[in-house]
Structure formats: C-alpha cells, structure tokens
C-alpha cells in the first residue's frame, strides 16, 4: 500500500492516473484538468469567473450544467443543451427570488410578510422541480 505525505500528493496522483485513464479511453468525450476553478472537456476550457462558469459565451452558475452543456454540443444533441441552459437560468432566478423574498420579509409588515411567505413557499416547490429536471438531464446525457 502506498502512503502520501500530504494530501496534495495524493490529489496530484490521483489526477494523473484520472488523465492517463481518460487519454487512453476510446470515448467520444473527454473530460481532463478538473481543478476547482476550470476543467477541460475535449480541449475546450470551462471557466469559473465571478462565480459563474463560462463555456462559449454562455454563461452557467453550475459547473455540471457547463460540462453538461458543452457535452451535448459534442453530441449534437441541441435539444437537450437547449433544455440545460434553460434549466440552468429558471434555477439561477428562482434561487435569486428566494433571496430577495427572504431578505424582504425581515422588515415587512403582517400583510406584506404573508405575501412574501406564499411567494417563497412556491418558489421553492418551482426551485426544487427545476433541479430535478436539471439533475434528470444530466443523467441522461451520452458519454460514448
């Protein structure tokens, strides 16, 4: 059994037995260089950036919806890379709305925090609905 000293050692062998796995592999997809800022998928870099990762012009608050994405463009499967980044913006606004209601409700009134408490009880149930369809998505994507 091998030891590592520390845990950057590991992480760093692990990530070369991961790359040579990946090079060697007869996929289509490629995905290699996973940090927690970037990975590659099939040479193309995704880009984490002011808390939003880019792939093409696009923009995602996900990282898996960008791999997720930028895999269905390999496969020319639009449909689905459509369906994701639509998924991905429902999820962004519902997740922004849940916030605001939040932070709105601490110096509202009766009325007014009765409201916002109905808004943010649906909005979550729409939250919840949009990253299931999300992660359902993502599941069905073709590696090969």
């Not at 845990?7 to 996973?34: C, E, G, H, I, M």
């Not at 449909?79 to 932070?103: F, G, M, P, Q, W």
């Not at 009880?121 to 073709?142: F, M």
Request: with cysteine; net charge positive; glycine share 2%.
């Amino acid at each position: 059994m091998v030891t590592y000293s520390t845990k950057s050692d590991l992480v760093n062998n692990l990530s070369r037995q991961f790359n040579r796995t990946v090079d060697t592999a007869n996929v289509r997809v490629k995905l290699y260089n996973n940090t927690p800022t970037s990975i590659t998928v099939n040479g193309t870099v995704i880009r984490q950036c002011e808390g939003v990762w880019w792939y093409k012009g696009k923009q995602f608050n996900y990282k898996k919806s960008a791999v997720g994405y930028a895999i269905s463009c390999i496969n020319n499967d639009n449909t689905t890379a459509r369906h994701i980044l639509d998924l991905d913006n429902r999820i962004s606004k519902l997740s922004e709305d849940c916030v605001h209601y939040r932070h709105s409700m601490r110096h509202a009134n009766r009325v007014r925090k009765n409201i916002l408490s109905c808004r943010l009880s649906e909005d979550i149930a729409r939250l919840e609905h949009a990253k299931s369809q999300l992660h359902s998505n993502l599941i069905s994507i073709n590696l090969t």
